[in-house]
């Protein structure tokens, strides 16, 4: 199976959380078409708008369902302290996310909205939610049981609120302890680590023993989430420590240190990969074709989403911005399918679109992401 095919086992899972429209026979909705078959016929009853705006992640303060609507937005972002209400209930949050399904492609294609939040940093959580002890406190365990155990509450506690996506987890391994995110990583040694990548089944279910090996894959169920591997790839290995620095050291380095986490995740099912602010000698992450869409997609064969970290686009150029259709261009080219815009969405829509119309940015680009 192509990459694209197996991408749409995530979003057809996703399906199973949505409101289905009436109407003439879905074959992409059929479990007993083959797989191949539903993504070719989703894909022909999606256009381009709609296609772009699944690509497309915003910041809920941006966000309503008008806007969902007007634009096919694919997913909602909650940024650090972004929640609907100082201290808000279980209630309120399953109010809003439900007010932007409503406004989604569920209502068309029965494809809904996906709400992403940074569930294991704690500063957008539900009011009273619990709060686990951070990765680095996690590492010393040594103990992938409990960490997997930490991922099935933390699991259970987002999905009851409507959401199906967490930015976790952090797969760092930091290499200088003056990094000031030493904390998010749960050690030093990159064998420990892959060991705690037992978060990822917490987080996402147990793949049943016939699925195919690789795949993404969450639980069909209503106590999962999808997780994310992130941030791709050596964020804890920077010059001195510096966040979201440069990151300096030869392919055999990169291989035996920052990668190895990603073949444990990607082999344990993991949905999406979060690429780094940081750079790999000179050459920021956000950009790196080579290593996304060369090793991580086409080597080892990752078929869930990549996203990239917030406004990480928008740093592709100096200063940031300067030319957002220059970063649009090199960030879709390099292989990133969801964006985390995420405030001027119009502005992304519209530049990838031209890109597209203008050939310089291909179709196939746009259908595998
Ligand atoms: C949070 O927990 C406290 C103490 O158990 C309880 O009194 C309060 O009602 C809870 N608040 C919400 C919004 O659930
Ligand atoms: C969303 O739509 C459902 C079904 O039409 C409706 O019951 C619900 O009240 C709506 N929720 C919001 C928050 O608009
Ligand atoms: C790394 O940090 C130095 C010092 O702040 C800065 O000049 C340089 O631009 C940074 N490099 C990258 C790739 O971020
Ligand atoms: C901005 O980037 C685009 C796409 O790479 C390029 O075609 C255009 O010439 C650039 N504009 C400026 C003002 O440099």
């Not at 949505?18 to 191949?36: C, F, I, R, T, V």
């Not at 969902?68 to 809003?96: D, L, Q, T």
């Not at 997997?148 to 509450?153: E, F, H, P």
Request: glycine content about 8%; hydrophobic content about 40%; aromatic content about 8%.
């Amino acid at each position: 199976m192509g990459r694209q095919t197996a991408a749409a086992l995530v979003v057809l899972w996703l399906f199973t959380a949505a409101a289905s429209a009436e109407g003439d026979y879905m074959k992409y909705k059929d479990p007993k078409q083959p797989l191949k078959v539903r993504v070719k016929d989703l894909m022909k009853r999606m256009t381009l708008e709609e296609k772009i705006g699944q690509m497309t992640q915003i910041e809920r303060e941006v966000a309503s369902p008008d806007i969902m609507k007007k634009y096919f937005i694919g997913s909602i972002v909650s940024g650090g302290g972004s929640v609907p209400a100082p201290r808000a209930s279980p209630e309120e949050w399953v109010n809003m996310v439900n007010g932007f399904q409503n406004g989604s492609l569920s209502t068309r294609l029965g494809i809904p909205m996906i709400y992403g939040i940074d569930a294991i940093h704690g500063h957008n959580n539900v009011y009273n939610a619990t709060i686990f002890p951070h990765n680095v406190g996690l590492g010393v365990t040594r103990d992938p049981e409990v960490v997997k155990k930490i991922g099935s509450a933390t699991a259970l506690e987002v999905r009851a609120t409507g959401i199906s996506y967490t930015f976790a987890p952090c797969v760092a391994v930091c290499r200088d302890p003056r990094w000031g995110r030493c904390f998010e990583s749960y050690s030093e040694d990159h064998t420990i680590v892959q060991s705690l990548t037992e978060i990822i089944p917490g987080l996402q279910g147990d793949i049943p023993s016939d699925y195919p090996k690789k795949f993404p894959f969450v639980n069909p169920g209503e106590k999962k989430v999808a997780a994310c591997a992130k941030h791709f790839v050596g964020d804890g290995g920077t010059t001195n420590g510096i966040n979201e620095n440069n990151t300096v050291i030869d392919w055999n380095g990169m291989l035996s240190i920052h990668m190895p986490a990603y073949l444990d995740s990607i082999s344990k099912g993991v949905s999406t990969v979060m690429i780094s602010y940081s750079s790999w000698n000179g050459v920021k992450m956000h950009a790196n074709y080579d290593l996304i869409t060369g090793y991580l997609k086409n080597t080892l064969k990752f078929k869930g989403f990549v996203i990239s970290d917030m406004r990480g686009i928008d740093r592709l150029s100096t200063p940031e911005r300067a030319n957002y259709t220059y970063c649009v261009q090199v960030g879709i080219h390099a292989g990133i399918d969801m964006v985390m815009v995420p405030d001027e969405y119009v502005e992304f829509i519209d530049d990838l679109t031209l890109l597209v119309k203008k050939k310089v940015i291909p179709m196939s680009r746009i259908n595998d992401a």
